[in-house]
């Protein structure tokens, strides 16, 4: 087989850079470790910035998101018993939508789907070969046979356990990574969301996070360890813990119902540098993971799609290398400040196993910072909506 770009992994990164360069007349095939099913049966972000929904829109897949979603002109923040709103509409006029990635998905695949796009799934064994060279190819089997795709460029778009970043050598590449010493326990149930806005919450206890898909389905979370089993958290212990967390006037509101889904995911902040090797390109978790507190993961994700595709057009319209050499430096420009922020906003809401009074007070006082000072707050709704690309 022959294409012009090879897309390894079908999750959002790699079906929107597929979609958006169908639609400038590049051809791509994207090969999916998983099936389709599994994939889009994954639980997982839930906050749009600005940036993706003008990419959904680009690539034609953006009308039931612009019906189905819901708009969020703030989030709100809370600590022992007090709660703030940080209000992105009046502090910088703009604001994010809170849309599934499962939904998200879905929508990639049906358009790549009407448009003929190749996808192949539960494919094996995925190498990246000849990266360094202009002629790289990538070698797999499906179904027991093996089968080889010549193309221009290679998408790493597998994820943060797939093969394209380790295909780039030990010597070219840098790993920086900090794993934080809890997870946060999930849950998903079909009650209607506590309030209108998320709320993240800073307690004693341990930071938890109130977050929603639609009018009938909730997203809750709660820090845990590391080591907890999910089959030791019953839904009854779930609730007990969740409010316990939350300041009273949201504890009251809160309607309980079976999970449909729990799992425990841990936290991490990891950049993989350089984010190109030869005509390889790292996009999404392949590169980089933040921890979920400032709903970044799926984000930071579209943004690199975006460097990639605009360096992708500009090559084979105009064949200029320009944006394909600088992908990676303006890619982890924005990733960095991404990491930071959620980095900072982790270590503001959480617990940490080690902190000592003097930590607690100075965590104290940043949340406090935030609540009075409209300075921090425009910082923190810039960051939250997500940086210009
Ligand atoms: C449990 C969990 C909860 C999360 N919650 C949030 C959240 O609340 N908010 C937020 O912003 N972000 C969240 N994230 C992060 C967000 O989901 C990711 O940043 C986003 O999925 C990145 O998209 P991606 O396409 O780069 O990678 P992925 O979604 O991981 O997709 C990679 C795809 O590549 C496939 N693949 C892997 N290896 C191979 C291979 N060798 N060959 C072929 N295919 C391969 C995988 O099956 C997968 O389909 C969460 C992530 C997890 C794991």
Redesign the pocket.
């Known amino acids: 087989m022959r294409t012009q770009v090879v897309i ?7 079906l929107l850079l597929g979609q958006l360069l169908h639609r400038k007349g590049i051809e791509t095939i994207i ?4 099936t389709r099913d599994y ?1 889009l049966g ?6 749009l910035e600005t940036g993706l929904v003008d990419m959904m829109r680009e690539a034609g897949v953006s009308d039931r998101m612009d019906k189905e979603c819901f708009i969020h002109h703030g989030t709100c923040i809370s600590y022992e018993n007090e709660m703030f709103d940080i209000n992105f509409q009046e502090l910088i006029g703009q604001n994010v939508i809170v849309y599934g ?1 499962t939904e998200v998905t879905r929508d990639l695949y049906d358009a790549r789907d009407a448009c003929g796009g190749r996808t192949l799934f539960e ?1 094996e064994d ?1 190498e990246i070969r000849d990266a360094e060279t202009d002629s790289p190819h990538v070698t797999f089997t499906i179904d027991g046979s093996a089968k080889r795709i010549d193309c221009d460029f290679v998408a790493g ?7 394209s970043r380790k295909t780039i050598p030990d010597t070219v590449r840098k790993d920086y990574e900090k794993v934080f010493p809890f997870g946060w326990l ?1 849950v998903l149930s079909e009650t209607p969301p506590v309030h209108d806005e998320l709320v993240y919450a800073n307690s004693a206890r341990g930071f938890a996070l109130c ?1 929603m898909r639609n009018e009938h389905l909730s997203r809750y979370y709660v820090q845990c360890d590391l080591d907890d089993d999910v089959f030791e958290w019953s839904d009854d212990r779930f609730w007990d813990e969740l409010k316990r967390r939350l300041p009273e006037s949201v504890a009251d509101k809160l309607v309980t119902g079976p999970s449909i889904e729990k ?1 425990i ?1 841990p936290l991490r902040s990891f950049v993989c540098e350089p984010m190109r090797w030869g005509r390889l390109f790292l ?4 590169a980089h ?1 933040v921890p ?1 507190t400032g ?7 579209a943004s690199d799609v975006h460097y990639l595709f605009k360096g992708l057009v500009q090559y084979y319209q105009d064949n200029d290398t320009n944006g394909i050499d600088r992908y990676s430096e303006r890619a982890l420009a924005r990733i960095w400040k991404a990491e930071r922020f959620s980095w900072a906003t982790t270590n503001m809401l959480h617990r940490f196993p080690d902190q000592s009074e003097f930590d607690l007070k100075m965590q104290r006082a940043e949340i406090e910072s935030l609540h009075y000072n409209e300075t921090a707050q425009k910082w923190f709704a810039q960051n939250y909506v997500g940086l210009p690309y």
């Open positions: 390894v992994g079908g999750g959002p990164s790699g090969l999916e470790r998983k994939v994954r639980i997982r972000a839930g906050i990635q494919v995925v778009c597998d994820g943060f356990h797939g093969v999930g977050s799992s995911a996009c999404g978790d392949a993971i979920p709903a970044k993961g799926l984000n930071t994700a």
